[in-house]
């Protein structure tokens, strides 16, 4: 039996990452008994106080148990944790010894969303893949640079860690463990009775693109700006360099440093963001879309597309585009 401890943060913690992932596991052993087999997990709550205090005492938990009563498990459950993640890992930092010692005690970690500052800041990360989601990325990348953060992936697993992307992404991580541990007929039967699209692998079509700027370099944020207001125009690097007054190679470097981008990049970006909300409220055809982001080639427009968002053109309208939904 696999022994689960999903731990209870103090603070704001994601309640559907507690509830959801005791609620699957319980049923899978649900399903083993069905089938006239043995459970296959023991899930307990793991807490640093006897009652947690959630969302500034509108929801109080009650944890099975405290981490000291806790000498072996299996596998450490993190559940996202919201508000000022500086906070929020101060708050916690009770947990970080206990979460250490059960990893090198074999146990296997497990973070969903952005419990990914959490799982990062024990060090056990460092120098590992890791997903978290999309829109604290640049947040992530800032506070742990010794992390591979992959901000495409729905999911990661490296040497006995897990991570997943934003949000209900912790769902498919969830289909991935119990395939792990109770096999893939089980993890079938779970997807469809909770209708959870299993084998989903990137947070891609989700993905919107802001462009970062809490950075101080004003010659890029001129840049910036420039990129989202002609978006629909072919746009040099040398051509921003030139415009501001910076050498090429500084101005790349001085870029990238600011926005976690490339110059291309960032361009690309921008233009496949206004093709997607195209996509999703227009009933223009592929080609009037690309040449209104600035696109002539059609091969080059489908390549980049696909690249940033995980799907074709046509493929992201028909997903997203609620005219045609609604046939």
């Known amino acids: 039996m696999k022994h689960i401890s999903i731990i209870i943060p103090r603070g704001h913690t994601s309640l559907p990452n507690i509830d959801g992932t005791h609620q699957i596991f319980s049923e899978v052993n649900g399903f083993m008994k069905a089938m006239g087999r043995e459970p296959i997990f023991k899930v307990q709550l793991v807490g640093l106080d006897a009652d947690t205090s959630q969302r500034n005492g509108l929801y109080v938990?009650?944890?099975?148990?405290?981490?000291?009563?806790?000498?072996?498990?299996?596998?450490?459950?993190?559940?996202a944790m919201h508000g000022d993640m500086q906070e929020a890992l101060v708050q916690n930092q009770d947990f970080v010894p206990?979460?250490?010692?059960q990893y090198r005690g074999g146990a296997e970690v497990a973070s969903?969303?952005?419990g990914a500052f959490f799982l990062?800041?024990?060090?056990?990360?460092?120098?590992?893949?890791?997903?978290t989601h999309w829109r604290t990325a640049h947040e992530f990348r800032t506070m742990f640079p010794d992390v591979n953060l992959v901000d495409d992936k729905i999911m990661t697993a490296e040497d006995g860690i897990y991570t997943s992307g934003g949000a209900y992404s912790y769902l498919n991580l969830i289909m991935y463990l119990i395939e792990k541990f109770a096999g893939r007929e089980m993890a079938i039967l779970a997807s469809?009775?909770?209708?959870?699209?299993?084998?989903?692998?990137?947070?891609?079509?989700?993905?919107?693109?802001?462009?970062?700027?809490?950075?101080?370099?004003?010659?890029?944020?001129?840049?910036?700006?420039?990129?989202e207001k002609n978006f629909d125009e072919k746009i040099s690097v040398d051509q921003l360099a030139?415009?501001?007054?910076?050498?090429?190679?500084?101005?790349e470097r001085r870029f990238k440093k600011a926005t976690s981008n490339t110059v291309t990049e960032y361009i690309q970006r921008v233009k496949i963001e206004?093709?997607?909300?195209?996509?999703?409220?227009?009933?223009?055809?592929?080609?009037?879309?690309?040449?209104?982001?600035?696109?002539?080639?059609v091969k080059a427009f489908?390549?980049?597309?696909?690249?940033?968002?995980?799907?074709?053109?046509?493929?992201?309208?028909?997903?997203?585009?609620k005219e045609l939904i609604a046939v």
Request: one cysteine or more.
């Open 302 to 321: 489908r390549t980049t597309f696909r690249k940033i968002t995980g799907l074709s053109p046509l493929a992201y309208r028909n997903k997203y585009n």
């Open 242 to 251: 030139d415009m501001l007054a910076i050498g090429r190679r500084s101005f």
């Open 61 to 79: 938990i009650h944890p099975d148990v405290l981490i000291g009563d806790v000498k072996k498990t299996d596998l450490v459950i993190i559940p």
């Open 112 to 114: 969903f969303c952005i």
């Open 98 to 101: 206990w979460v250490i010692n």
């Open 192 to 227: 469809k009775s909770f209708m959870i699209d299993i084998d989903r692998h990137s947070q891609s079509p989700f993905i919107m693109f802001e462009g970062q700027k809490s950075h101080d370099d004003d010659q890029v944020k001129k840049a910036q700006d420039f990129i």
């Open 120 to 131: 990062a800041s024990t060090g056990l990360l460092s120098g590992k893949q890791c997903a």
């Open 274 to 297: 206004a093709a997607k909300k195209s996509f999703e409220t227009s009933r223009k055809n592929i080609n009037e879309i690309m040449y209104d982001v600035g696109y002539s080639d």
